[in-house]
């Protein structure tokens, strides 16, 4: 176990559906970052993150939303589901004031749009 | 912006033989921190090794060492002795010293011959 908890582990959707993963983070990590992992294809940044607030933002898609709790969960919502949006999403967190230390990843939510 | 490269999509070695996958990274910052990821079929993310760049010292992890070349921009990985268990995708990636993203290469698939 990582320290990260990502639900659902899988997910299976119609086109045009709107779904929602969630990530709680390692303790005591304030970040929380979301990443899309296609098929053959390398992790993309999505969204970070901090305490509550965004951080930075990457490729993220308008139809796909975030946000980070009080608790520090966080969640991503992905709408009007295409067949593109199929994709393994990783949610990571980390220590900002220890940057050597990486990230913790999570074991990711497999998405399948059909 | 800071990019991220590994031009071998796909490596091979013979078991208990050494293998070096290669990364080259673009940066105009001077402090940052560099790290290889593995990815097993499991999907999981799991770190390799890390590497402070104000260090002159290569890092190393038991089978796992690296030879950062500063100037060059570049970070490759060697593993000894490799095992079936190696087998799985690298990523190499990148983070400033403020912390925040990691930025990944695309991957290079490892397989392990017995």
């Known amino acids: 176990d990582s320290g990260v908890t990502q639900t659902p582990k899988h997910l299976i959707t119609a086109t045009g559906q709107r779904v929602t993963l969630r990530c709680s983070p390692r303790s005591g990590d304030l970040s929380v970052y979301w990443y899309q992992q296609s098929l053959d294809q390398g992790l993309q940044f999505l969204i970070q993150?901090?305490?509550?607030?965004?951080?930075a933002k990457g490729n993220i898609l308008e139809r796909f939303s975030a946000q980070q709790f009080p608790d520090l969960h966080s969640e991503l919502n992905l709408s009007s589901l295409e067949l593109g949006d199929s994709a393994l999403y990783f949610c990571?967190?980390?220590?900002?004031?220890?940057?050597?230390?990486?990230?913790?990843f999570g074991s990711g939510t497999r998405l399948t749009v059909v | 912006a800071q990019t991220v490269t590994q031009s071998q999509p796909e490596m091979s070695v013979q078991e208990a033989e050494t293998v070096t996958l290669s990364c080259t990274y673009d940066t105009s910052e001077s402090d940052y921190y560099l790290f290889w990821y593995k990815q097993p079929p499991s999907r999981q993310m799991i770190l390799v090794i890390r590497?402070?760049?104000?260090?002159?010292q290569n890092a190393t992890e038991n089978r796992f060492s690296v030879n950062f070349q500063k100037a060059a921009k570049s970070f490759s990985l060697k593993i000894s002795d490799s095992q079936l268990g190696d087998a799985a995708m690298y990523f190499c990636?990148?983070?400033?010293?403020?912390?925040?993203?990691?930025?990944f290469g695309q991957g290079t698939e490892l397989s392990v011959k017995p």
């Open positions: 990571a967190s980390s220590a900002e004031n220890r940057p050597l230390y990486g990230y913790t």
């Open positions: 990636a990148y983070r400033g010293n403020q912390g925040g993203k990691l930025i």
């Open positions: 590497q402070e760049a104000y260090k002159q």
């Open positions: 993150y901090y305490n509550g607030e965004e951080r």
